[in-house]
């Protein structure tokens, strides 16, 4: 276990050396004003304003927010990126509670899945920058908290992976145990807890990652939109200096890449610890 993991450590680190390397060699053959292909402009620009050196972005880690003052922006992030952190936790707890009933509730009764499904996909193409102001709104008319309302919408982009995939997972139980649990007359709920939720962990877990990653996105475009002071707030506030100090904007992104990165490992934790006493596939 502790090699696998020292292993996937060195392969992460090794690819981050990759994409800087790609990055310094699209900086020395890439055009500097960019290009365009069929009339579209398509081919990015690589000067210094669009494209700092990935030394600067580092160094820039380590000097002051503002200037006159000491603090390090790397201190700046990390305090941005631990109130992004929490808020997208809960947002990611809250879907998966909201998704995981939904699913249980459409997997009980067979004529809610077929009402509600189509409108539980529909709700994830509506535009979150638009309505982050309308929670906004909602939540100031109740006097909640804004952390509640960002928190919300990270939940609202969380729950359709994990109810999809708890939904396909609950029919995964193998045919033959569901008629075992029939013969010992277990009612609907019985088997849901002894057999069916525990089938669909290793499908409800890829679910998790993605709505890790989805709470991360949705709290951080909340915050852009509500103006709580997250990542989010940072990326806005870095982004309005792109032209003078580019390196500074990049240092939000490393705080919103980090954020996503560890939501990602807690549910690999949690995979790893609900994985450990299963028995393999036959197949495996």
């Given at each position: ?259 996503g990165l560890v939501m990602f490992g807690l549910v690999v934790g949690i995979e790893a610890i609900a994985m450990r006493n299963r028995p393999r596939e036959a197949g495996a």
């Open positions: 276990m502790i090699s696998r993991g020292a292993r996937r450590a060195g392969l992460f680190v090794v690819a981050l050396l990759c994409v800087a390397a790609l990055w310094e060699l699209y900086k020395v053959v890439g055009p500097e004003e960019g290009a365009e292909v069929l009339g579209w402009r398509l081919v990015p620009r690589s000067s210094d304003r669009a494209m700092p050196h990935t030394w600067e972005m580092v160094q820039r880690l380590f000097d002051p927010e503002v200037r006159g003052r000491n603090t390090p922006i790397w201190v700046a992030v990390l305090g941005y990126s631990w109130y992004t952190f929490r808020m997208a936790l809960v947002g990611l707890l809250l879907g998966g509670v909201f998704g995981v009933g939904l699913a249980i509730v459409m997997a009980r009764f067979k004529v809610l899945e077929r009402g509600l499904l189509p409108y539980v996909i529909a709700s994830q193409t509506v535009p979150l920058i638009a309505l982050a102001p309308q929670v906004a709104a909602i939540g100031g008319n109740w006097d909640l908290p804004k952390w509640t309302w960002v928190a919300s919408l990270g939940a609202f982009l969380a729950f359709f992976p994990i109810a999809v995939a708890t939904l396909k997972g609950l029919g995964n139980a193998p045919a033959t145990s569901l008629e075992l649990m029939d013969s010992y007359a277990a009612g609907w709920w019985r088997t849901l807890f002894k057999l069916r939720l525990p089938a669909a962990v290793p499908t409800m877990v890829p679910g998790m990652k993605l709505a890790a990653t989805a709470a991360v996105i949705g709290v951080i475009v909340s915050e852009i939109s509500t103006g709580v002071r997250g990542i989010g707030f940072a990326s806005l506030t870095y982004g309005q200096k792109a032209t003078s100090d580019p390196a500074q904007l990049y240092t939000a992104v490393f705080g919103a890449a980090s954020i």
